[in-house]
């Protein structure tokens, strides 16, 4: 297949928030199309999955996404991870591992599992993956919440992961990719 595509914004784009409107000229075999299409952004994201090895056991992170609760019911089991900020993705998964799993780690301990884009179609969100492995005594006791961001950090061990994805429980899919890719290599 041969293919070509360009990407133009609309002269006076309909904008609301974060949402844009663009206008696509693309030509595929030959044959020339215009398409219209919104997308979203709101930044990117990193997700990490903190591993003990030696207990054989990750951390996933349980919390609240309306999303989930409104087509689900229930709350969501997640990979841990947030936004990344001006000072870049690993910068942002060393503070997002401790924000919301406690683990003191730096940058030369993530390990880099690749990127994804959740739904290309319609978000600008690139997702920047993670794995680390830790021992406990990088684990504090207590995490430091925000206010707005309640959630439970949650010990999954290795033989529990396959039955809890099964049962519907994970569904968030840069967590499912994650796990793949961690299977794949033998980590878990």
Not at 4 to 14: F, L, Q, S, V, Y
Not at 27 to 36: E, F, K
Not at 48 to 53: L, R, T, V, W
Not at 76 to 101: F, H, I, M, R, T
Request: aromatic content about 10%.
């Amino acid at each position: 297949m041969n293919s070509h595509a360009t990407i133009n914004e609309d002269i006076n784009p309909k904008a609301w928030g974060l949402v844009s409107n663009y206008r696509i000229n693309i030509c595929i075999d030959d044959v020339s199309y215009t398409l219209p299409r919104e997308t979203y952004n709101v930044g990117d994201f990193v997700s990490i999955i903190p591993i003990n090895i030696l207990q054989r056991y990750i951390y996933l992170i349980e919390q609240p996404r309306a999303g989930m609760l409104k087509k689900y019911g229930q709350i969501s089991l997640e990979a841990c991870g947030g936004k990344v900020d001006n000072q870049g993705p690993l910068y942002s998964a060393v503070n997002e591992l401790y924000e919301e799993c406690g683990i003191t780690c730096n940058e030369l301990n993530l390990n880099f599992i690749g990127d994804v884009m959740v739904n290309p179609g319609s978000l600008e969100e690139k997702s920047y993956l993670y794995y680390v492995e830790f021992g406990a005594d990088q684990v504090a006791d207590e995490l430091t919440l925000d206010e707005n961001e309640p959630l439970i950090r949650r010990k999954v061990y290795f033989d529990e992961l396959s039955n809890l994805i099964e049962q519907g429980h994970i569904k968030d899919l840069r967590t499912l990719y994650l796990i793949k890719k961690l299977e794949e290599r033998k980590v878990l």
